[in-house]
């Protein structure tokens, strides 16, 4: 399977993020929420350690605010079916590292599939999401990356997470 590179997919991850600044203002109390911007070439600190909890946004709502951790699955793997549930970001020996799946301390996960004419949200709770990969591992589809660090994801189908753990679903148009 080969990917494209990572600067390709961050400019991606950029623009196809100022497209979701309608649903984050209707879901956050108040309009309240703030993009960790991941394209600034001076970021202050503050940002920089929310970007290494897996926080791409925060968001504010009655109860307090939540940080959200944004995925998005490129246009080409249209197959709507499955979450890759990355659980290496390197396997490389000698230089393992584990994935967002694990190393996030987002409380939700908005996985986003780039269709041609809108976007595909899916807000998942990140810690249900852990759960259940733990608890259905043996069961999931394993892919590897060609690319140097040969990153591991779990493919776990959304009717698996709709039906054990839910997950709330919006299309935006582009």
Do not use: H
């Not at 799946?101 to 599939?113: M, P, Q, R, V």
């Amino acid at each position: 399977m080969t990917y494209s590179n990572f600067k390709q997919q961050l400019d991606n991850s950029v623009a196809c993020q100022q497209l979701l600044i309608p649903f984050y203002e209707n879901a956050a109390y108040e309009g309240r929420f703030v993009f960790m911007e991941k394209d600034r070439k001076y970021n202050s600190e503050i940002v920089d350690i929310v970007q290494n909890a897996g926080c791409d946004t925060v968001l504010q709502t009655k109860r307090g605010a939540i940080g959200i951790e944004e995925k998005f699955r490129a246009a080409w793997t249209r197959k709507k079916e499955d979450l890759a549930f990355e659980t290496w970001s390197c396997t490389v020996p000698t230089r393992e590292k584990r994935g967002w799946g694990f190393t996030s301390k987002a409380d939700f996960l908005n996985y986003i599939f780039v269709m041609d004419k809108y976007l595909d949200c899916f807000l998942i709770e990140m810690k249900k999401l852990r759960q259940l990969y733990e608890e259905g591992k043996e069961n999931w589809n394993i892919i590897r990356t060609n690319q140097i660090n040969r990153t591991e994801s779990a493919l776990i189908p959304l009717f698996n997470i709709k039906t054990v753990i839910g997950y709330y679903n919006k299309k935006l148009p582009i």
